[in-house]
């Protein structure tokens, strides 16, 4: 039960902190007037969550360090593919080129940013700091959701007379994890963030760790006594 405990509590942090560093537009980045993916970071986050607990569902049984990896790299693999995908309706299918008016030159490649900035938006896309902040986020996002799940996976495995769907059990209890997580996340964030290079991510990490982690430890509480009556 202990290990259930604070596998949780960590599990569920990791992927508070992880959303943090997503680059979320919302809806300003749908209409190219902000940087960062076009969806709510509760949106974004689930899609990840779901990603990485699918592929580590596949591996389990191997050892937890395989497991571990394959849900934070599957994660990360998506969180890849759709700022890439970001990127090319951004500059092919509306016109406009990656920038962002939160830096005068990204941070990782020196490329100028305020020329490209069109009057009136705070930018377009997701310039590579962003894209390797979201990379590091799914990161620990998918880092977070598979301990959970493996935690989950053997506590049923073991100390349930439950043989069947386990894998169903565990995948339900993890994806709520980041649901719940994710929204708290989002009302921490309040509304548009571009990564670990925005002004506003200074401001927004250590209360949103704090939050995500007392959070967690509520979950994990009401985890652990449901599924110690399974």
């Known amino acids: 039960m202990i290990a259930l405990f604070i596998s949780i509590i960590v599990?569920?942090?990791?992927?508070?902190?992880?959303?943090?560093?997503?680059?979320?537009?919302?809806?300003?980045?749908?209409?190219?007037?902000?940087?960062?993916?076009?969806?709510?970071?509760?949106?974004i986050t689930i899609g990840m969550g779901i990603t990485g607990i699918l592929v580590t569902s596949s591996v389990i049984g191997q050892s937890q360090l395989i497991v571990l990896l394959s849900g934070a790299t599957s994660s990360m693999i998506m969180m890849a593919v759709t700022m890439l995908f970001s990127n090319i309706v951004h500059v092919y299918g509306v016109g406009v080129p990656i920038s962002s008016q939160s830096f005068e030159k990204d941070p990782i490649t020196g490329f100028s940013q305020e020329n490209y900035v069109s009057p009136g938006t705070t930018g377009h896309g997701i310039p590579t700091v962003s894209f390797i902040s979201g990379l590091f986020g799914a990161l620990l996002g998918g880092l977070g959701g598979s301990l959970a799940y493996y935690s989950i996976f053997n506590h049923i495995l073991i100390h349930s007379s439950i043989t069947d769907n386990i894998g169903t059990i565990a995948?339900?209890?993890?994806?709520?994890?980041?649901?719940?997580?994710?929204?708290?996340?989002?009302?921490?964030?309040?509304?548009?963030?571009?990564?670990?290079?925005?002004?506003?991510?200074?401001?927004?990490?250590?209360?949103?760790?704090?939050?995500?982690?007392?959070?967690?430890?509520?979950?994990?509480?009401?985890?652990?006594?449901?599924?110690?009556?399974?």
Do not use: R
Request: aromatic share 12%; hydrophobic share 55%.
């Open 11 to 43: 599990g569920a942090t990791l992927i508070g902190i992880g959303v943090h560093f997503i680059p979320v537009g919302g809806a300003p980045a749908a209409l190219s007037t902000t940087a960062g993916i076009p969806t709510g970071a509760p949106m």
């Open 171 to 230: 995948a339900v209890f993890a994806v709520l994890l980041f649901f719940i997580i994710a929204v708290i996340s989002s009302y921490n964030i309040g509304g548009t963030i571009q990564g670990f290079y925005d002004k506003k991510f200074k401001t927004k990490i250590v209360p949103g760790a704090i939050s995500c982690f007392l959070v967690s430890v509520v979950l994990s509480i009401f985890y652990v006594i449901i599924l110690g009556g399974i």
